[in-house]
């Protein structure tokens, strides 16, 4: 452990969620098709996995199906424990897809939702001790969109033990970095021609010897 004690950001707990997403789906989905009667991978395999700040549903990539994950801050009090500090994340998932029609496609969004919902009761995440399912939904697109694209959001609490303690750091602040000085700038322009005007400024008054 370092002196400046535990450090656990909200970035760190998205980015542990995405990668046991990334790592679980191919088999949990597997396991959807068994108990719904689906074929064998008929749910196609999420061909991206992202993080956001914003709306989902204005990501670059447009790749589908796609998950992606986003924490708008804590959903509980932090926790306080000798020198120590818990805190618990929100952590929205979201899984777009396209089904065949409506109703397949309206049949895939809530498979897939329970396929998130189990994975991650299962599956805990790095540095998570604790998930709960919060709420789970099936209108993350607008009803105005085609009806073949759907999306399920789902939104867990994350418990991360030990995100900081009270110690009490180091002792001395590192001195600020200078950048060296430059050795190199670069190449002048050569002066061709140089033009100098004279101007004479007669004085206003006498100036003593």
């Not at 994340?89 to 109703?103: C, L, P, S, Y």
């Not at 397949?104 to 994975?119: E, G, P, S």
Request: aromatic share 6%.
């Amino acid at each position: 452990m370092s002196q400046f004690g535990p450090l656990i950001s909200a970035s760190q707990v998205e980015a542990a969620v995405l990668d046991t997403l990334q790592t679980w789906m191919h088999t949990y989905l597997g396991n959807t098709e068994r108990v719904v009667g689906r074929p064998v991978e008929s749910m196609i395999r999420p061909r991206s996995y992202s993080k956001t700040a914003g709306n989902p549903l204005a990501i670059q990539d447009r790749e589908l199906p796609r998950v992606v994950v986003m924490s708008p801050g804590l959903v509980e009090e932090p926790e306080e424990g000798g020198e120590t500090l818990t805190l618990t994340w929100a952590v929205t998932v979201w899984m777009f897809a396209k089904g065949i029609d409506e109703n397949d496609t309206q049949d895939l969004c809530r498979d897939n939702a329970a396929t998130i919902r189990l994975l991650l009761s299962h599956k805990t995440p790095d540095l998570v001790d604790y998930v709960h399912l919060l709420d789970e939904n099936y209108d993350a697109v607008p009803p105005n969109r085609e009806n073949t694209l759907a999306g399920c959001e789902l939104v867990f609490a994350l418990r991360v033990p030990e995100a900081a303690d009270y110690g009490t750091g180091p002792s001395d602040p590192d001195p600020p970095q200078q950048p060296d000085p430059p050795t190199d700038y670069g190449d002048w322009p050569e002066v061709d021609e140089t033009d100098v005007e004279v101007i004479h400024v007669p004085l206003t008054e006498e100036v003593e010897p």
